[in-house]
């Protein structure tokens, strides 16, 4: 495939295009040319938009798509085209499938099936069996299959000593340990935020405590064996303030914050939506305008949307048994947009290929081209039309965006929003 891109401006402060309006041109994957007014040759197809921006590709830290097990949520084919659309070109995979991604065979399927796509997938290992928290999973197994980090998506390790364990054994082969952090002891059975909106509403609340106490043991435990730990989805602003701490003494600590616990607020909960039914739950202004101080300073490492697809069997219910999650690759953007600069964005969107230690794509004459494509002027409201996901449980219908995504190119494909 050949392409040309006109007068697009470079969101790239690693190449020497950044801020600048060029002409690139793209030619069997490679960023064959680029500067201004360039010629155009017949068998070029033209890309033009106004308002075109372009920077290195994005990456999705946390993509829940259900296959194998749960097609009816999400196939690996549409998602990872849901991804391309909305910007992404590529994606950590989750591994709460059925079966559970936990062994070699079952990281090789989830590659195989993506093979042959414009979005790239990552899966991302159990750590333990199951996801049952009671014995490591085989982690360097799955590693030389593919995997590039080891967590249990939405389960807490209670045991400490195993999580000990697990840091120290993915040292000798350079390997990523994720913890998603919530004491079920202290959580109970809530099912959002603890604070004045739940008192109001009457549902059980979970305090910001039940996450904190666990990021401060699992940071106490980093710094005890060493190795390299990943805090996903954190969502309250002492969270942030205890990684900002570790960090500062050395530790190899990474986090990422959802774009939904930037963007919205328990104050959403007033009419009982299930779609604001997630994991962590949205928390207070106070935690949110923190999150969003910790994304500035780079306290905060990632921005993800945490998709994660449910059937409209396990949202259309009461509240209390309701499933947690939101779809979230399609709204990523245009919601981040409206709260943050557009190259702290871009800067989050693209760190996960280093935090996973991916290679990036320099945006650089003769270099391959994995790029995306966006504006950021106009203003629109997100609406069931925008939806491309087989589920529909989105935490930001009717939420005002702005910019839109136009597309990615990525292995040789071109792929238009």
């Given at each position: ?130 996801r049952e ?186 509240f209390d ?67 491309l996901s ?28």
């Amino acid at each position: 495939m050949k392409i040309i891109i006109r007068e697009a401006k470079i969101i790239d402060p690693k190449s020497s295009f950044h801020h600048q309006i060029v002409d690139v041109k793209i030619k069997d994957g490679i960023l064959e040319k680029i500067g201004k007014n360039l010629a155009k040759d017949s068998d070029y197809e033209e890309i033009t938009h106004s308002d075109l921006h372009l920077s290195q590709g994005w990456m999705d830290s946390s993509v829940s798509l259900g296959e194998p097990g749960f097609e009816d949520r999400e196939t690996i084919a549409n998602g990872l085209l849901v991804a391309a659309k909305s910007g992404f070109t590529a994606i950590a995979l989750q591994p709460n499938s059925f079966p559970v991604l936990d062994n070699q065979s079952q990281i090789q399927f989830v590659k195989q099936k993506a093979a042959t796509t414009a979005t790239d997938l990552f899966p991302i290992g159990a750590l333990t069996k199951n996801r049952e928290g009671t014995d490591l999973a085989e982690l360097f197994d799955m590693k030389n299959a593919g995997a590039i980090a080891f967590g249990d998506y939405g389960k807490s390790l209670s045991n400490a000593n195993l999580l000990k364990i697990g840091l120290q054994y993915v040292q000798d082969f350079d390997g990523l340990v994720i913890t998603f952090c919530q004491d079920e002891k202290i959580k109970g059975s809530g099912v959002v935020n603890e604070g004045m909106v739940s008192t109001r509403l009457g549902l059980k609340g979970i305090p910001n405590l039940a996450e904190e106490v666990i990021v401060a043991r699992n940071l106490f435990l980093l710094e005890y064996t060493g190795g390299k730990l990943h805090i996903p989805t954190i969502s309250t602003a002492k969270s942030v303030e205890l990684i900002r701490e570790a960090k500062a003494k050395g530790l190899q600590v990474t986090c990422s914050v959802a774009v939904h616990n930037l963007v919205l607020t328990d104050e959403k909960l007033d009419g009982f939506d299930t779609r604001y039914k997630v994991a962590p739950p949205l928390r207070t202004e106070k935690d949110r305008v923190a999150l969003l101080a910790g994304v500035t300073d780079n306290t905060i490492d990632m921005i993800t949307s945490d998709h994660n697809p449910m059937d409209i069997e396990h949202k259309k219910m009461e509240f209390d048994g309701a499933k947690n999650g939101t779809i979230g690759l399609e709204s990523a953007f245009g919601a981040l947009l409206t709260v943050l600069p557009l190259e702290t964005i871009v800067a989050k969107l693209t760190n996960a290929k280093s935090v996973f230690k991916l290679e990036n794509s320099e945006i650089a004459e003769g270099k391959a081209a994995n790029i995306t494509l966006f504006t950021t002027e106009n203003e629109w409201v997100f609406s069931k039309e925008n939806i491309l996901s087989k589920s529909k449980n989105s935490a930001f219908l009717g939420t005002k965006m702005k910019g839109k995504v136009v597309g990615i190119y990525n292995n040789k494909k071109l792929i238009l929003s």
